[in-house]
């Protein structure tokens, strides 16, 4: 069983920046697509950034390209998104999630594990 971790939400001022980070234990991490996801309420939640098990291939929302940056280190375990220029209408519940896989995915469907989600609120 794996599980993921999450840290680093919170309140920040439009145009500022948050790293949200996501410790996995239980299998090896470097096995695993890791993803990032968002959901604002009474909405489906939609895909953010997604990283290959390596590092090498990245996939971004349009919506997030240019303003965030997923990354990871395997030998912490950890995945990481970097959030810049973050806006309002970035606000949302933030989650990570994994799959053992080597190349990553859009859909939440695909994923088969997910940390407890974050509240990130960008004010105006």
């Known amino acids: 069983q794996v599980q993921l971790v999450e840290s680093g939400g919170g309140l920040v001022q439009a145009g500022g920046s948050l790293r949200r980070s996501c410790a996995a234990s239980?299998?090896?991490?470097?096995?695993?697509?890791m993803g990032w996801f968002r959901q604002e309420p009474g909405k489906e939640r939609e895909f953010v950034a997604a990283?290959?098990?390596?590092?090498?291939?990245?996939y971004y929302a349009d919506a997030v390209s240019g303003r965030f940056t997923i990354s990871r280190d395997n030998a912490k375990n950890t995945v990481y998104m970097q959030m810049n220029s973050l806006k309002p209408e970035d606000t949302a519940v933030y989650y990570c999630?994994?799959?053992?896989?080597?190349?990553?995915?859009?859909?939440?469907?695909?994923?088969?594990?997910w940390g407890q989600g974050t509240q990130v609120t960008v004010s105006s």
């Open positions: 990283i290959s098990w390596r590092g090498g291939i990245r």
């Open positions: 239980g299998r090896t991490f470097s096995s695993y697509v």
């Open positions: 999630a994994a799959k053992i896989d080597t190349d990553p995915y859009y859909s939440d469907d695909e994923y088969d594990y």
